[in-house]
């Protein structure tokens, strides 16, 4: 048996250069992603099988899934117009504030994330675990800003 405390849920959108042809949409249609090329922090994570998955059942597919390292390198390569990723709001304003990203919203696309703090329940918490748990409580109290944006049409700035 677990204790699950969840901290916050997330919805990645569509980062990418703004001057690519997606960016004045307010909402991108998953099919306009057809042929284009991914960028990702690594090819085997969940999110990224998850996310793949679904774009096949739609018939959607990547030209290329190229794994850059983190999300720092996946905004720094968006903005070079090198391919577009997936985060949510919150990564890419802490990591890559610029006038040159984007985000957007896709239309067909649902794939909503839960963090949480899982720890066994048949412990007693020790000093570390209870102080993790603080921590991650106030990091996320921290982020709440960006974590519940959901404008439609953002700037990253």
């Given at each position: 048996e677990f204790t699950y405390h969840k901290l916050f849920d997330d919805e990645p959108r569509l980062v990418m250069n703004s001057r690519n042809p997606l960016a004045p949409l307010e909402v991108v249609p998953v099919r306009n992603l057809a042929n284009k090329t991914l960028l990702v922090s690594r090819h085997d994570s969940h999110t990224i099988r998850a996310l793949r998955q679904q774009m096949s059942r739609k018939g959607v597919e990547f030209r290329d899934v190229v794994a850059v390292g983190g999300a720092t390198a996946t905004?720094?390569?968006?903005?070079?117009?090198?391919?577009?990723?997936?985060?949510?709001?919150?990564?890419?304003?802490?990591?890559?504030?610029?006038?040159?990203?984007?985000?957007?919203?896709?239309?067909?696309?649902?794939?909503?994330?839960?963090?949480?703090?899982?720890?066994?329940s048949w412990t007693m918490p020790t000093l570390a675990l209870r102080t993790f748990r603080r921590l991650s409580s106030q990091a996320v109290a921290e982020l709440a800003p960006a974590v519940n944006e959901r404008a439609t049409a953002d700037v990253i700035a």
């Open positions: 905004c720094e390569m968006d903005k070079l117009g090198q391919g577009v990723a997936l985060h949510p709001d919150w990564v890419v304003r802490h990591v890559a504030p610029s006038p040159l990203l984007v985000t957007r919203p896709i239309d067909g696309l649902r794939l909503t994330r839960t963090w949480a703090f899982v720890c066994s």
